[in-house]
């Protein structure tokens, strides 16, 4: 057995690789799940911002001219500025309420994907521009 | 030969980060599909956790550059009012107008989706570390993430690179 094998060998009996985890899922010493869970939920609050700020932007001029926080860049910077707001307050909120929790990250993910589909619709023009101005 | 200030920030937002967002997605959707109980090695965990790490950081930051030098530097050269710009270019002939009016619409909205996605699964990553080969359900999950991230990245790319072969910006 060659130097560099010999001192695999020895890593890999010095680091096993971690025991399954029990049929619920967790493991004595494991991290709970929950932060996971609150950065799954935020990041789907933060698509379905996106999508509402742009629906609103294009429903109404005022809103529009609000979100139009930089002129070069037009109403595009007050969206997204929002949206990244909105995402990392709702993920400190979020991370607050479940950073102890053994909060699923099933469930989560089932509530992330349904407001990331909504975030999806509210950009996507031909739904966005159903609400423009005549 | 020589590129133009803009084309040389096209560059830097379409090329450059983009071909670090792809290689962090490649490593990180190889590593975190093979981060099973049954295929690893103690070495192996130490040598893949590494890479994976670096993997979905690198992933997240190139997606944050991309969108946001998209947005605040290139963008506004885009939507210039002058009659020469893109967008007035685009939106001055029938057959190119919906390049503008869906293709980049879409596209400049749906791409921060990419960067918020990458960031959550860099941190289920960073902060779950080696307890992701025993949690099959989140490693799971954050493949989804992983994968839907570079899905919104893929759509917003290509409509980029459609609507610069049309009309770029210079």
Known sequence: ?134 | MSFTNREVWGLIHGMVLGAVFLLGFAGGLADLYGLRTALLTGTGVVERMRRLKVGVTAMAVAAWGTVITGTWVVYPWYREAAPDSAKSKLLANPDTSDWHKFGMEWKEHIAWLSPILATVVAFIVLYYANTLIRHERVRRTTLLLLVLAFAFAAIAGAFGAFITKVAPVQ
């Open chain 1, 1 to 134: 057995m060659s130097q560099h094998e010999e001192s695999a060998q020895r890593a890999d009996d010095q680091q096993s690789v971690p025991a399954p985890a029990a049929a619920d899922g967790t493991v004595d010493g494991d991290r709970p799940e929950g932060p996971i869970s609150a950065a799954i939920i935020a990041a789907g609050v933060g698509a379905a911002a996106l999508g509402l700020f742009t629906t609103l932007a294009e429903a109404s001029k005022g809103v529009a001219d609000w979100l139009q926080w930089n002129d070069q860049v037009g109403p595009l910077s007050g969206k997204t500025i929002m949206t990244v707001i909105v995402w990392l307050v709702s993920w400190v909120v979020l991370h607050t309420v479940f950073r102890t929790k053994e909060q699923e990250t099933a469930r989560a993910l089932t509530v992330a994907l349904v407001l990331i589909g909504l975030g999806v619709l509210g950009t996507f023009p031909t739904f966005f521009q159903l609400f423009a101005p005549e």
